[in-house]
């Protein structure tokens, strides 16, 4: 299953493929040239289905808990001001997706969402220090009657050059589903109340969608 922000490019670069192809079967007699040309083509077009791959993940809805909005690597886990939204103390959560992670936004909590915002910026390596604050990001706050509200963001990367939220202001909301794509290399940072319990490790493998990250 493919996400639907990839349909296009995907048909694009099978007709890239098949074009490709022929131009190599008709103009390119050296043997081992034409076969090597081939497969470097069949690969580029693999890695582009494989980065739009959408898996079915099983949610287990829990209004204590703020599961991984993507899948990743936790590369930050500490005490920050976040200065846009609450302009107070939170514990930031970053994960860190490369191109060859799944790239589909998941609400990290159901609830009703209070903020969405875009912000132009730059594309520094997204494990940049400064790539929360400077990048191209979304910012998203969901408000759970439980945990209270929760940020995210998207951030663009040095290859992402794209964002894609879903999250309207008003809008209700369920954890797990659907809230975006982030093309090609990237990371989200998510900002939970400073006394929840932190379920995961730096270094540690996350599957948006199930993992816990932090529970009340």
Same mark, same amino acid.
């Given at each position: 299953?493919?996400?639907?922000?990839?349909?296009?490019?995907?048909?694009?670069?099978?007709?890239?493929?098949?074009?490709?192809?022929?131009?190599?079967?008709?103009?390119?007699?050296?043997?081992?040239?034409?076969?090597?040309?081939?497969?470097?083509?069949?690969?580029?077009?693999?890695?582009?289905?494989?980065?739009?791959?959408?898996?079915?993940?099983?949610?287990?809805?829990?209004?204590?808990?703020?599961? $991984? %909005? $993507?899948?990743?690597?936790?590369?930050?886990?500490?005490?920050?001001?976040?200065?846009?939204?609450?302009?107070?103390?939170?514990?930031?959560?970053?994960?860190?997706?490369? %191109?060859?992670?799944?790239?589909?936004?998941?609400?990290? /909590?159901?609830?009703?969402?209070?903020?969405?915002?875009?912000? %132009?910026?730059?594309?520094?390596? $997204?494990?940049?220090?400064?790539?929360?604050?400077?990048?191209?990001?979304?910012?998203? /706050?969901?408000?759970?009657?439980?945990?209270?509200?929760?940020?995210?963001?998207?951030?663009?990367?040095?290859? $992402?050059?794209?964002?894609?939220?879903?999250?309207?202001?008003?809008?209700? /909301?369920?954890?797990?589903?659907?809230?975006?794509?982030?093309?090609?290399?990237?990371?989200?940072?998510?900002?939970?109340?400073?006394?929840?319990?932190?379920?995961?490790?730096?270094?540690?493998?996350?599957?948006?969608?199930?993992?816990?990250?932090?529970?009340?």
């Amino acid at each position: 299953m493919f996400h639907k922000e990839g349909f296009k490019i995907i048909l694009v670069a099978a007709l890239l493929l098949v074009g490709g192809l022929l131009l190599i079967d008709n103009f390119i007699h050296v043997f081992w040239l034409q076969k090597t040309l081939m497969i470097l083509l069949l690969v580029i077009f693999v890695l582009i289905l494989q980065f739009f791959r959408d898996p079915k993940r099983n949610t287990v809805l829990n209004d204590d808990h703020i599961i $991984a %909005p $993507a899948d990743g690597k936790v590369v930050v886990i500490e005490d920050v001001e976040e200065n846009e939204y609450f302009k107070e103390k939170r514990k930031q959560i970053s994960i860190f997706m490369s %191109p060859l992670n799944v790239h589909v936004t998941r609400y990290p /909590v159901s609830g009703k969402v209070a903020y969405s915002k875009y912000h %132009p910026g730059k594309y520094l390596v $997204a494990w940049h220090p400064k790539s929360s604050e400077d990048n191209e990001r979304t910012t998203i /706050v969901v408000n759970n009657q439980r945990v209270g509200d929760i940020l995210y963001r998207q951030i663009a990367g040095a290859v $992402a050059r794209r964002i894609v939220n879903y999250a309207k202001t008003g809008q209700q /909301v369920i954890q797990g589903e659907d809230a975006g794509f982030i093309k090609f290399g990237s990371r989200i940072d998510i900002f939970v109340p400073l006394d929840m319990k932190i379920k995961v490790e730096l270094n540690q493998k996350t599957k948006g969608g199930e993992t816990i990250l932090a529970s009340k």
